[in-house]
């Protein structure tokens, strides 16, 4: 695909411009609610420019022609509702975009192609909703390699609906893989595999799901292409297991789906991060539009016919344009039918502020000096919700990026433990330190396939055998001074200078500094008391040990650059504890790297989300209130924030304007940095800062 100038919106398609869109979920009994004038008005008055709306698949909201399509009974008749669906949509400028899912179909059709459906052990169809209440037909799930999801319907459906409506663009709903041992995917996996399907998905190999997924969804998008090439096709991607360079392969954008589910409970509702870094993984390819973020309204799919509590829905919602995303909001209904009006309300302001941001955002692209090495695990998580927590400003770099991506666009590179290194990768990462770049490693390194050696260790300063201790308990990070004369401080130990000892627990890979010109930063003050006994009177709590030669912190200077080593995972103890000492040290470890040169900073404040971006001349900085016991109940302002502005590829013109609120800031200008004073936060701001270039 050809990337566009993102300045020239004449020559851009629809779907490369800004976009904030609504889907209101149907059930096919409220069809006859559907007014497709007063409902095309209500998108625009709640700030819509696009629509999602049903079309086919398990339903067809049209009288479709392709056999073992059923229809949506309660289609009115002597009119074609979803034509005059779009021609509302049409007339008012909201692009219609079709939805179609394929993942299911009813019980009528599994008894005459029950070919196509999936089959569980010992042969059984997979049942949806078999115990629900009323009178529902079941829905059964369909094979991703069958005639249903292929030639046999999904195929001459889209064809069919293209070619009689003026539809702008296609999204698929649940298009994922379902455990099948149908006879086609016992086959596909013999051809591909040349043994045996397993009984489990748990067995199988680790590729084949994201195989069929490619194969069926590639498929679907050269139907949509050879019929109306102008029509995008939107697919989902998924934060933790999705190769995204592949998937935009078969695909124009990217949606992803951050749910806040808060009928999982308070102990397991998603992490406050999971919108912010969900965008920021879908922007890592580039040259593409800007991905979707779809939130549904509602706190759980369990209590779909009611809201998120509003503070908690805005600030959800707030992430995703503020981390460059555009907005999908996902209804339960029309508005006419949502009995809870505090969503509409929700939806319209968040998408209003949107819309004041649109042109400025539109082709801005992110000022970050911090890069993650993206393994979608734990420990990726773990540095990503420090940044997030500590104000950091970030890009995501994919595995599948490793080959091409510039390192020395970032100062500093983040590598969690767990990240996989290729020889190629490992010499990139020489290369990029020994020029002036800067890196923070934590955990267990990498070994050599073939010798089984650590490698790296010599980047970071690292001599002879390396050791994985057993688990510690009742142990601690001691901040070192040996290194440190006068009045200068261990850099690790900023705002943490009344104590010498964090917290510290899990493995440490015991090591050593290749010589004394690596500075030991911290040492391991192992565990004074097996668990059991950690409280048992002082005398046998005292510490055994008070200080080892055991690094927990070694810096290096290699060529131009430095690297800083945590031999233990402190992404770990950030996930487990969220104690501020971890998030502290974490954060020192970054304004080391740094050289506490970060272009923009800002008053640490509880909740508080930055990000950062450019356009033209112009800086945009976006501020996410997020403070309080989630779920948020309530708004709790930030006040008297302090936004610093250091010179980097422009010097700061000495003004700011809050772009939202439509008002000028309070600036002053301190030598080459910039401070702006924000009075107050309620849930998003964004703020432009002039450059002189």
Known sequence: MKTPNPNDKEQRPWWQQPLRIIQPNMQVKDTGKIDPERLADQMLEMGANAMVFNVGGIYAWYRSDVAFHVHNEYLPRGSDLLRDMIRSCHQRGIRFIARFDFSKAEDSVYLQKPQWFVRREGGQPD????????????????????????????VPVIREALERYEIDGVFFNAPGYVFCQCSKCQKKYKDIYGTALPETSAEMASDFAARCFDDNLGRMYEVIKAVRPEVPMILYYNLHRDNLEKRVSITDMLCTEPQDVLSLGHTRIPEFWQPALSIK??????????????????????????????????????QIPANGGQLWHSLTGIPDTITDKRILRTVTEVNRDAAKLAAYMDGAKPMNQVAIMWSANRSAEGLAEALIHKHIPFDVILPEQMASVNLHLYPVVLLPEGFAYSSDFAELLHDYVSQGGRIIAEGELPKDENTNEYVLTDLFGISGEMQ???????????????????????????????TELIPHRGRVIYCQPIDAEVQVLATLVPPFSPLESVGAPPERASLAVKQTELPLALLRTYGAGKTLYFPFSLSSLIQEFKLEDHFRLFANAVDLQLNDRALVSITEAPGLQLTVFRKDHNLLIHLVNGAGRRPLSSVLPLHDMVITVRSGEGSPAGEAEALMAGVHLKTEMIGSELKI????????????????I
């Open 281 to 318: 993984v879908g922007r890592s390819v580039p040259g593409r539009p800007d991905p979707f973020g779809i939130v549904h309204s509602c706190p759980g799919m369990d209590w779909r016919h009611t809201g998120l509590p509003p503070a908690e829905y805005r600030f959800w919602l707030s």
């Open 468 to 498: 994985e201790s057993e688990d510690l308990v009742a142990s601690y990070l001691r901040f070192e001074q040996r290194n440190f004369t006068g009045e200068e401080v261990n850099p690790l130990q900023q705002k943490l200078q009344e």
């Open 127 to 154: 049942i949806i909703g078999a115990t629900r209440p009323g009178a529902w037909p079941l829905l059964m799930s369909t094979c991703i390699n069958g005639g249903y999801r292929n030639e046999e319907l999904a």
């Open 677 to 692: 004073n924000v009075p107050t936060l309620d849930v998003w701001e964004c703020i432009r800062v002039p450059l002189l």
